[in-house]
């Protein structure tokens, strides 16, 4: 082979543009270039020493790589002379800001024990030098200015074999240089005798690259040689801002390190791809932070990117302290089933919680009280209540406004007078929406109460036996003040230690009294409380008087007995004169404090009615019965009276609803019972007799009548209407939809009717739920006063003996077997009442004969407590069921007894339990005697009487003791979804479980 030098350059040539692999060159992003000889299109341009003759150094060759691109490369071979020293050094190399430089190279070199025929001396290996300089000093080249960096050896160098094969192996090699502090630099290579070809030379320094880490962003950064580390102040990108300063620290391989603080978000941008983004339509951000943009809440919407928060919908509102987060809310509506519980000048009323919340859950109710004065007419003839505001010292307990509970208790109330509570529930957002906001309203009138204690006493007149007094009326006489009650004793002991020995009571029409007979000298207190209709009242606080001590003159001598009789004279004359004044004084008191009510003294019938008192005046005691509904009742004129339509039928003819307009007042809704065609004059007699009986009733929880029509025909009774009729018939409609709370409200407001009606002296004997009817407000009011009508449409509801028909199931024994009717006997009815209502409307005893409830009943038998029932309630029932009748409560007593639990509505969730309650001793009789379930299929049979009878139809059970732990799941899986029903099924399971145990048990 030819071993000219020029040959083998041209054979390096050649092997470098054609085997050499080469790629695309990436260059890590910390490093930047200061020169790289590939990426050159044309010459390079370096200086190369000595060049002289053919002996040319280092040669400039261009070439292609595999890519076809251009590349500049230097190659030198001199090794057939001796003492080479070829040098090639590269242009003004600029340092910018670097400190450290790293160099690069690329080359391949041949083996010396390759090459044939070498004449002088063979290296492999070749010298890296370096000059810094502040300036660009062109051509000019001193080999002793330049500082040598490294000898350069290949790790792989090729041989004759490899240029065979043209397999040619590429070296690499690195060095570094610095520290530099001049502006630029050279760099030289020296060749001392090898065969090398420098491919590439790439200078470059390190630095750590922009970033941006924690939405901040950190500049390109040359690292410093001095110091390991440079801390880096980085910046919030846009839309951001500084939670902590961001700090990271470059290390001098231009690495980031060590990232400190972090930017966050503005409100209305989130943080995308490391940049802070707006949010778009129908999201939102209201906060700083780094968190995603929100989808809006229910009820609001947003329009806009970069929304802080989402605007509401039409008549959705946000309360000021909500978060944004939170959907937009409505006021809720407005409280159900308002039930008012009327106790003299007091009244309880409870409500359930509104239907719908709003969506919120702050839900309090404020209460709203005003008094009603009467009609104000307006141009049309029609009217509107007069109401104002109640008065400052009205009580509400707990408070009026603020509520958590659903029942108020309003105290301090005037007596005989139109109230109307508006129960508003209010949430959140109830103030931002005033035209949304809703309310129940609920009007009653207050019952008669007793007078407020005298609290004004002064003393007038003192002698040594007597003294005068006068008072002031009570604040709130709560109606006509019938007389004052004087109390007096004499004081004995100290201030404290007051005893009361003996006392004297005196009673006074008007409001003064002279209280003779006392002691000379002597202490005294009294008391004094008024009586209306409905009582005495609290007693005042005790008055401390005195009277005078005794005359200083003896009456021994004659001139003083002349003295002692003067005076006795005048004081007759005095004493006979105040005499006259007090009866005429009492006189006209009297005559003035009559009420109104109370001028009728004298009736038809003989009877004589005291003022103030009321008594119940038995209509058939007249001998004209025209004459006791005149006495009663108010004579309508037929023309005020508008029918609507036929809502029912009774035994004297149909039972009608419609309008009533006296004049000057305002029309209200009626129901008109209308006496039929071809009556007879005891049937006449028979159907006025109840509204002689109503109108003797003026209480809240008694059906109210408002008039008759006796002078034309039909013959009518007109009373108020009640929208939700019969309690038994809305109860069953209304199955299990109510509280606990609200059924004793019911209950109460029978229970206060009832109470009222026995202090008149008046006895029910069929008091039944079916007799109990319900207004729009829950209020229950006691009707049906007639006594000779049909009772039911069954013919087995009635037992008729010689004195009429009785309702068995509702009766007390002693009234069934005696006819003993009382105020005890309507009590037991009240019991069955109680349990119809706690059973919603339950046919009490279910299908037993009347015949065997007689017989039951007497032996000790007594119904068990209906599903859910609390036990207090069943006691008062089993009180009520007492054989003996002066065992049983009186209705004061019920309606303290409810008060009570309305109060503490806690003790209402104790509920009965089954097991616990007397022994029945129908369970002892023979099935031949009572109707019983002899075994399983009897249950199964029994079932038909009940309206989920189809869900049984293919259900069988292995035994009694797994038929009686059915629950309602296992009953909604058959088919029994209503509520109502499925009590009944489970207390009908129970009942089979108790005859498992105990013998056979009434179906």
């Known amino acids: 082979m030819d071993c000219n030098p020029r040959s083998l350059l041209f054979i390096l040539h050649l092997l470098m543009t054609c085997v050499i692999p080469a790629f695309p060159i990436i260059y890590p992003p910390n490093e930047v270039n200061l020169l790289d000889s590939k990426a050159s299109q044309g010459e390079l341009g370096w200086i190369s020493y000595p060049s002289h003759g053919w002996r040319e150094n280092w040669e ?82 001193r080999e002793h200015q330049f500082l040598k ?86 910046s919030c990108v846009n839309h951001s801002k500084e939670e902590e300063p961001p700090r990271m620290y470059c290390s001098t391989e231009g690495e980031w390190l060590v990232p400190i603080g972090k930017c966050l978000c503005n409100p209305g941008y989130e943080e995308r791809s490391s940049t802070c983004q707006t949010c778009r339509a129908g999201f939102y951000k209201s906060t700083l932070g780094n968190m995603e943009c929100s989808k809006c809440p229910p009820h609001s919407f947003s329009h806009h990117e970069g929304s802080l928060h989402c605007s509401c919908e039409k008549n959705y509102f946000r309360a000021e302290g909500d978060p944004a987060s939170m959907a937009c809310t409505r006021p809720p509506s407005s ?129 040594r036996n007597s003294v005068s007094l006068t008072w002031q009326e009570p604040e709130r006489p709560n109606g006509i003040i019938l007389d004052y009650e004087i109390k007096y004793y004499e004081k004995v002991g100290s201030d404290y230690e007051e005893q009361e020995t003996s006392y004297t009571i005196l009673r006074a029409r008007g409001c003064n009294v002279t209280l003779n007979g006392l002691k000379p000298n002597t202490a005294y207190l009294l008391q004094i409380r008024a009586r209306t209709a409905a009582g005495y009242g609290a007693s005042s606080p005790s008055f401390q008087f005195e009277t005078s001590p005794d005359s200083a003159f003896s009456i021994s001598s004659e001139s003083s007995q002349v003295v002692l009789i003067a005076i006795s004279s005048a004081v007759a004359i005095i004493l006979l004169t105040v005499l006259l004044y007090v009866l005429i004084g009492r006189f006209c008191c009297r005559s003035k404090s009559k009420h109104p009510d109370e001028k009728r003294l004298h009736f038809g019938n003989g009877h004589l009615r005291l003022p103030g008192i009321r008594t119940y005046v038995d209509p058939h005691t007249y001998e004209d019965p025209s004459q006791a509904v005149h006495e009663f009742a108010k004579e309508l004129d037929a023309s005020c009276i508008a029918i609507d339509k036929v809502v029912g039928a009774g035994e004297f003819g149909e039972v ?162 005696y006819r003993k009717f009382t105020s005890a006997s309507d009590a037991w009815s009240y019991g069955i009442v109680l349990w119809e209502v706690m059973s919603y409307g339950e046919r009490p005893y279910w299908e037993m004969s009347n015949q065997d409830v007689i017989k039951a009943v007497d032996e000790g038998y007594r119904l068990p407590p209906p599903m859910d029932c609390p036990a207090t309630l069943y006691q008062l029932m089993l009180d009520c069921w007492q054989k003996e009748r002066n065992n049983r409560p009186k209705f004061e007593q019920i309606v303290s007894i409810l008060d009570k639990l309305i109060r503490n509505p806690g003790s209402l969730k104790i509920t009965a339990n089954t097991t616990s309650r007397p022994a029945n001793l129908l369970l002892d009789r023979s099935s031949a005697e009572v109707p019983s379930m002899g075994n399983m299929g009897d249950w199964m049979d029994a079932m038909r009487t009940l309206p989920c009878k189809e869900a049984f139809s293919g259900v069988s059970y292995s035994s009694c003791d797994t038929l009686a732990k059915t629950s309602t799941e296992d009953l909604k899986k058959v088919g029994v979804t ?24 009434p179906v």
Not at 978 to 1001: E, R, Y
């Open 60 to 141: 400039e060759i261009s070439g292609v790589d595999e890519h076809y691109t251009p590349i500049r490369t230097f190659q030198v071979c001199n090794v057939m002379e001796y003492s080479q020293n070829n040098w090639l050094r590269t242009n003004w190399i600029p340092r910018r800001s670097a400190q450290k430089i790293y160099v690069e190279l690329k080359f391949t070199l041949r083996d010396c024990n390759s090459i044939p025929l070498v004449l002088g001396t063979c290296k492999e290996t070749f010298n890296l030098l370096y000059l810094e300089t502040e300036d660009d000093e062109g051509s000019h080249f």
């Open 149 to 234: 960096i490294d000898t350069i050896a290949a790790d792989e160098s090729f041989t004759q074999t490899d240029l065979g094969d043209r397999i040619l192996k590429l070296n690499t090699e690195v060095r570094e240089v610095g520290p530099m502090s001049k502006k630029g630099f050279y760099l030289a290579f020296q060749d001392v005798g090898a065969c090398v070809a420098l491919v590439s030379v790439r200078v470059y320094f390190k630095k750590c690259p922009y970033t941006v880490r924690n939405l901040a962003s950190f500049p390109d950064t040359v690292p410093m040689d001095s110091q390991s580390l440079v801390e880096v102040k980085g």
């Open 335 to 463: 409280p159900r089933n308002v039930i008012s519980s009327i106790n003299e000048t007091s009244v309880i009323l409870d409500w359930s919680w509104p239907e719908d919340s709003g969506g919120r859950k702050d839900i309090t109710f404020t209460v709203l009280c005003k008094r009603c004065r009467g009609v104000v007419a307006n141009g049309n003839n029609s009217g509107t209540q007069r109401c104002e505001p109640c008065r400052s010292n009205v009580r509400f307990l707990p408070r009026a406004t603020g509520l958590h509970n659903t029942t108020v208790t309003v105290a301090d109330l005037l007596a005989h007078t139109n109230y109307t509570f508006e129960i508003e529930a209010q949430n959140g957002v109830s103030l931002s929406a005033p035209k949304m906001r809703q309310y129940a309203a609920v009007t009653i009138t207050t019952n008669q109460a007793a007078p407020s204690p005298v609290t004004v006493i002064r003393k007038e007149k003192t002698s």
């Open 656 to 817: 009608c609803s419609g309008r009533l307009k006296l004049p000057s007042k305002k029309e209200i809704c009626v129901a008109i019972k209308t006496l039929k065609g071809g009556y007879t004059d005891k049937q006449r007699r028979d159907f006025l007799a109840e509204a002689s009986i109503m109108g003797q009733f003026d209480h809240p929880n008694i059906i109210r009548l408002e008039g008759v029509v006796t002078r034309s025909k039909p013959v009518m009774i007109v009373t108020e209407y009640m929208e939700n009729g019969s309690l038994d018939s809305f109860l069953r409609k209304h199955d299990a939809q109510f509280t606990g709370i609200q059924l004793v409200g019911m209950l109460r407001g029978i229970a206060s009717g009832m109470k009222y009606l026995s202090d008149m002296g008046y006895v029910h004997r069929d008091l039944a739920a079916r007799n109990i009817l319900v207004n729009s407000n829950l209020v229950c009011k006691v009707s049906d006063f007639g006594l000779s009508r049909v009772l039911e449409d069954d013919p087995e509801a009635a037992y008729t003996t010689r004195g009429g028909k009785i309702p068995i199931r509702w009766t007390a024994p002693e009234a069934i077997a």
């Open 978 to 1001: 209503v509520v109502g029903p499925q009590k009944k099924i489970v207390s009908s399971l129970k009942a089979l479980d108790s005859h498992t145990k105990n013998g056979p048990v």
